[in-house]
Structures are given as C-alpha cells and as structure tokens.
C-alpha cells in the first residue's frame, strides 16, 4: 500500500500517530533517536469500519543510530520431561511403559546405527569402499524405527502412509551380499571376530543387528509392524558378515579362526 498521506518523520521522534488521508484511518510507527541513517521499521495500519477493527503491516523510515536491544538467545531443550514417570509416547500418540516391546525394539535398532557408525568411522580410516552404502543403511534404520514406533493397532491411514516399509532395500542388501561375495574365498572355518578395527566393528555391529532382529520379530509377529522389517534386520546381519570378511581382505588382515579346545 503506498505510503502517500504520510508526513515526513523526524529522528528524534520515539512514537508517532500519523493520520492517513482515509478517514478512521490511522497510522502508528515506532522510530528511533539518532542520524539520518534510515532503516525499516514496523508500522500497524488501523482501520476501524462499522465496529470492525483492522491491523495491517506497513512499511515505515526511521533513524536507526540506536539499535534496538537484542532478545536473549533461546536454545531447544534436549529434555522434555515427559517421560519422568516411566511412560514414553509411539508416533500414533500412544503412551506406553518405557520397558513396552516396541521401545525395546526401537532401543534395539538405534544400538545397532550406532554400532554401524562406529564401522563406517573405522571404514573411512582405512579407505574402504563401502562407506556410502553403511549411511544409506542407517538411513534405512531410521525408517524401520518409524515403523516399529508406529503399532498398526492404533495407527490412522495417514500414519501408515508415512511409515511403511517395502521390500526394495531387502533386495538391495542381497545384491550387495553377493557382490562381496563373489570376492571372496570360500569359508571352511568358523571364524571369530578379528580382521583388523574395521571388520572387527563389523562383527560387533552384525552381533547387534541379530538382537535388533529379535526385538523387532516379536513386534512383527504381534502384528504390529511391516514383516519386511523383520527380513530386512535378517538380511542385514549376513550382509555385516560379508562386510567383515571383506573388510579384513581388503586391508590384507588375517582372519582367527575357530579352533576347538582341548
């Protein structure tokens, strides 16, 4: 809206009423004290018509050597308290004990992302070639915990939408299983964790990834959750393993193996 009908507004003014040439029309601007240096400033546009009263934001000059007096910073609370009393809430909004299977599933899973990114440290490190498929993995971690977090039981439509789980990255997995594979020499011994940080990481991450598998079956077979999260933590675990495997032949580290004791 233009300005025209305004009066020319001085700097030492503080707080001005300016009439527009619309009458019940009134303009109030806060301006500061100082130089002639003009800046923005908020203007309320008033107008009161037949009892209704109207605000708009207008566009106003004014001095601004004094800058105006900065809000102290807020910072998001990591804690929200809500949980205090042993209670935590699902996507759907349900609350549940903290010890419910579905936030033991959900404890399950992050455990075994940090697991994976505790591997992938030690992968860049020693400049292996896997690296961007472990992110995409944890990635895929954080989807499987949007559906565990989301029990069918009390989930509407709207929250299935966003929380279902196809059976495209179990494919992928397998992909990548053979392709590793195929490089690998044949396995005759049970072997035991070792093969150098990286694939020993692996093994940890493939021992976590079986837990996280049966924490999230005993969702899966109540019911509750996609069962393509079942196989995909399934599937995971023989992945981890190869990965392993590969990791300690890559890096030209020899792998222990079982020996039975006397």
Same mark, same amino acid.
């Given at each position: 809206m233009s300005r025209a009908g305004f009066r020319q507004i001085n700097?030492?003014?503080?707080?001005?009423?300016?009439?527009?040439?619309?009458?019940?029309?009134?303009?109030?601007?806060?301006?500061?004290?100082?130089?002639a240096n003009m800046a923005a400033s908020r203007v309320l546009f008033v107008r009161v018509f037949r009892g209704v009263v109207t605000v708009r934001r207008l566009y106003c000059e004014r001095a601004a050597e004094e800058s105006p007096k900065k809000k102290p910073k807020t910072f998001p609370k990591i804690y929200t308290k809500t949980g205090d009393k042993g209670f935590s809430s699902t996507y759907t909004g349900e609350r549940r004990p903290k010890d419910d299977l579905v936030f033991e599933a959900l404890g399950a899973n992050d455990e075994l992302s940090s697991a994976i990114g505790l591997a992938r440290e030690f992968g860049i490190d020693a400049n292996?070639? #896997?690296?961007? %498929?472990?992110?995409?993995?944890?990635?895929?971690?954080? $989807?499987?915990?949007?559906?565990?977090?989301? /029990? +069918?039981?009390?989930?509407?439509?709207?929250?299935?939408?966003?929380?279902? #789980?196809?059976? %495209?990255?179990?494919?992928?997995?397998?992909?990548?299983? $053979?392709?590793?594979?195929?490089?690998?020499? /044949? +396995?005759?011994?049970?072997?035991?964790?070792?093969?150098?940080?990286?694939?020993?990481?692996?093994?940890?991450?493939?021992?976590?990834?079986?837990?996280?598998?049966?924490?999230?079956?005993?969702?899966?077979?109540?019911g509750e959750a996609d069962p393509n999260v079942g196989k995909y933590l399934n599937r995971l675990s023989d992945y981890l393993f190869t990965l392993a495997r590969y990791a300690a032949k890559t890096e030209g580290r020899a792998e222990t193996t079982y020996t039975r004791t006397p």
């Amino acid at each position: 809206m233009s300005r025209a009908g305004f009066r020319q507004i001085n700097s030492g003014e503080t707080l001005m009423r300016l009439q527009y040439v619309t009458n019940q029309t009134v303009a109030v601007a806060l301006c500061g004290r100082g130089s002639a240096n003009m800046a923005a400033s908020r203007v309320l546009f008033v107008r009161v018509f037949r009892g209704v009263v109207t605000v708009r934001r207008l566009y106003c000059e004014r001095a601004a050597e004094e800058s105006p007096k900065k809000k102290p910073k807020t910072f998001p609370k990591i804690y929200t308290k809500t949980g205090d009393k042993g209670f935590s809430s699902t996507y759907t909004g349900e609350r549940r004990p903290k010890d419910d299977l579905v936030f033991e599933a959900l404890g399950a899973n992050d455990e075994l992302s940090s697991a994976i990114g505790l591997a992938r440290e030690f992968g860049i490190d020693a400049n292996l070639p #896997f690296i961007s %498929e472990l992110e995409k993995i944890q990635c895929m971690l954080q $989807d499987i915990g949007s559906n565990l977090a989301t /029990p +069918l039981s009390s989930a509407r439509e709207s929250h299935i939408v966003k929380t279902t #789980f196809n059976a %495209e990255p179990i494919q992928e997995l397998e992909q990548w299983i $053979d392709k590793y594979t195929a490089q690998l020499p /044949p +396995l005759n011994n049970f072997i035991l964790p070792s093969g150098g940080k990286a694939s020993a990481s692996l093994h940890v991450a493939r021992s976590v990834c079986r837990r996280a598998e049966r924490r999230a079956f005993r969702i899966v077979q109540a019911g509750e959750a996609d069962p393509n999260v079942g196989k995909y933590l399934n599937r995971l675990s023989d992945y981890l393993f190869t990965l392993a495997r590969y990791a300690a032949k890559t890096e030209g580290r020899a792998e222990t193996t079982y020996t039975r004791t006397p």
